[in-house]
């Protein structure tokens, strides 16, 4: 009878651990803690990498449709500041078409832009929000940001 408790506390105690281990893992938010968690239904942008070309600086950006619907239409409104903090410009980026359940990597380039004067980006506004049931209204609400760049991106 000592045996069979003495296996059954061991089973127990390893239960426990795993159980604690996820729990840890799910409360740390993963490895680097940066990575946008995943809405039901809403758009995770990750701001990917910024890289220098001859006229000036490319970035990547990940756009995760976690959805079960399609946006025809996904235009951002975008503010990049500096890296001294003052305003560098405004721009639309339209990064339709977004399919469901896929991430997408699009790209958009800021032409006499140094990648290194880059200080952040910030999604000011969803311009135009439509999927196939048409115009939507709380695209903003539903989009969630992360980078994995120096340079960061908020809402």
Avoid at 57 to 80: E, G, M
Avoid at 125 to 142: N, R, S
């Amino acid at each position: 009878m000592s045996k069979t408790v003495s296996v059954i506390r061991r089973v127990l105690a390893c239960a426990i651990a795993s159980t604690a281990l996820s729990a840890t893992a799910a409360f740390a938010g993963g490895a680097g803690g940066t990575e946008a968690a995943p809405t039901e239904s809403g758009i995770a942008l990750e701001l990917n990498k910024l890289e220098a070309y001859d006229k000036g600086c490319r970035a990547f950006i990940v756009a995760n449709n976690t959805s079960d619907v399609t946006y025809q239409s996904f235009k951002l409104d975008v503010v990049l500041f500096q890296s001294d903090g003052v305003i560098g410009r405004r721009f639309a980026l339209d990064l339709a078409p977004l399919k469901p359940k896929k991430r997408t990597v699009k790209l958009f380039e800021l032409d006499s832009q140094g990648c290194d004067k880059i200080g952040s980006f910030l999604i000011n506004d969803v311009m135009e929000c439509k999927t196939d049931t048409g115009a939507q209204a709380d695209c903003l609400q539903h989009l969630t940001t992360s980078s994995l760049t120096s340079v960061q991106i908020s809402k």
